[in-house]
């Protein structure tokens, strides 16, 4: 496959571009400036994530599209602006897109409220984030255009060790007996692409945890 990443020099980004690379795919690594390094083998590219018709124009050609990006501190509403820039510039190129977003909107399942609106999981000081990703994921909701999936990874995402291994759902966090929601980050990579090689979500969201 042709992958296209948008956000590949970062953590989730690097780890995707990299597994993608591992499987014998073509990647397409976009940055946002000359100085940030993708995995070797990857193909490098500057661009704008939420530039729509840089989005249609870098996308073209490919066979599916991934958005790792993250908006700085204190400019979380950018990362709403991004995804609507990327849904309508994939809408215009014909490529699907899998977003990996925020765990805001999932369900708690020993509340049932969202993972926003439960201090475990979310301090007191990543709420504008949290908030910014429930934004992201209500805009993907509607979008009518566009192929896309949003991934929601666990209350904990990290770097770790690759597995190879995870649990998957759909709109609950997933929790392990002590309560912990969490995952390696490229153990997240992988979930990715194997979404990219066998479609299951289809203008909807899933969620994955560690096995």
């Not at 980004?13 to 014998?24: I, K, Y």
């Not at 066979?63 to 790792?68: E, H, N, P």
Request: hydrophobic share 40%.
């Amino acid at each position: 496959m042709r992958i296209i990443v948008f956000g590949a020099a970062g953590s989730v980004g690097s780890r995707t571009t990299a597994e993608a690379l591992s499987r014998g795919h073509q990647v397409t690594a976009v940055v946002r400036g000359p100085n940030h390094r993708v995995p070797e083998g990857a193909r490098a590219t500057i661009g704008d994530a939420s530039d729509t018709s840089q989005v249609a124009a870098l996308s073209q050609g490919h066979d599916a599209a991934v958005s790792a990006i993250r908006a700085p501190n204190g400019r979380e509403q950018e990362q709403v602006e991004a995804t609507d820039a990327l849904l309508k510039g994939v809408a215009a190129s014909g490529v699907r897109l899998l977003i990996v977003g925020g765990a805001a909107t999932l369900r708690v399942p020993d509340s049932g409220v969202m993972v926003l609106e439960d201090p475990r999981y979310i301090a007191e000081e990543w709420r504008t984030v949290a908030k910014a990703s429930a934004a992201q994921h209500h805009r993907c909701i509607e979008e009518k255009e566009a192929d896309w999936t949003y991934l929601s990874p666990p209350a904990v995402l990290k770097p770790g060790t690759r597995t190879g291994q995870y649990r998957s759902g759909t709109d609950d966090l997933l929790v392990d007996r002590e309560g912990r929601s969490a995952i390696s980050v490229e153990d997240l990579a992988v979930a990715i692409l194997d979404e990219l090689e066998n479609p299951k979500h289809h203008n909807r969201r899933f969620t994955v945890a560690a096995a």
